[in-house]
């Protein structure tokens, strides 16, 4: 982690609450990727019940349903909730379509701006280095993920990118979310697909 933090270093009880509040760029956006319309209805989530990671999780799941290895992300900025995206390779024959850069793409495109300081991205696994370098140039404020990755992850695993003086922006980084969940999550996706 940058500069040495610990993993888990603030608690899960201080991830932001989200609200209903969708605004125009986000519907937009649902409009445009049918995928995430459900999860990004306003009104239809609680939203004293609902965190950013039940959002993720909820799309990763969508994922394994379209096929796609379940990797959800969301990009929030205070209560509004950007983008809500999964794995999409796939299905849009694109390598690149992973759920954190389909999510900075749509938050950037709801925002009209290359780049999402204030903002905040919650995934459900520990970004590859390709989104890791992403995440770096939107200049994302921090980062929330699940299980780490030791075979793809490149934040903590692998590549490190945050960690390398050639990275100009690096976000706060705190994994280990819901870990349990997001590894059974796709244990059973792998394992249904060897069956
Ligand atoms: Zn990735």
């Known amino acids: 982690m940058r500069n040495g933090r610990p993993r888990l270093n603030v608690p ?26 459900n999860v990004l209805v306003p009104h239809s989530i609680p939203p004293a019940k609902t965190s950013p990671f039940d959002l993720a999780f909820a799309a990763a799941r969508r994922a394994a349903e379209a096929g796609e290895v379940p990797v959800g992300a969301v990009i929030v900025r205070g209560d509004v909730v950007l983008a809500v ?16 850069i389909l999510a900075i793409r749509a938050a950037c495109a709801a925002l009209g701006d290359d780049r999402l300081p204030g903002c905040d991205l919650y995934v459900t696994l ?15 404020r921090r980062l929330y993920y699940g299980a780490a990755d030791p075979k793809g992850g490149g934040v903590e695993n692998g590549a490190r990118v945050f960690n390398h003086p050639t990275c100009h922006h690096a976000p706060d980084v705190y994994g280990g979310f819901r870990e349990d969940e997001a590894a059974a999550l796709l244990r059973a996706f792998f394992r249904e697909r060897r069956d």
Not at 85 to 100: F, G, I, K, Q, S
Not at 126 to 140: L, N
């Open 12 to 37: 899960p009880i201080n991830i932001p609450r989200t609200g209903v509040d969708v605004p125009a760029g986000a519907a937009r956006f649902a409009a445009a990727v049918p995928a995430a319309r």
């Open 85 to 100: 995206t999964h794995n999409r390779p796939r299905a849009l024959n694109d390598p690149t379509a992973h759920a954190e």
């Open 126 to 140: 520990e970004p590859c280095p390709m989104c890791a370098g992403a995440i770096g140039f939107a200049r994302i």
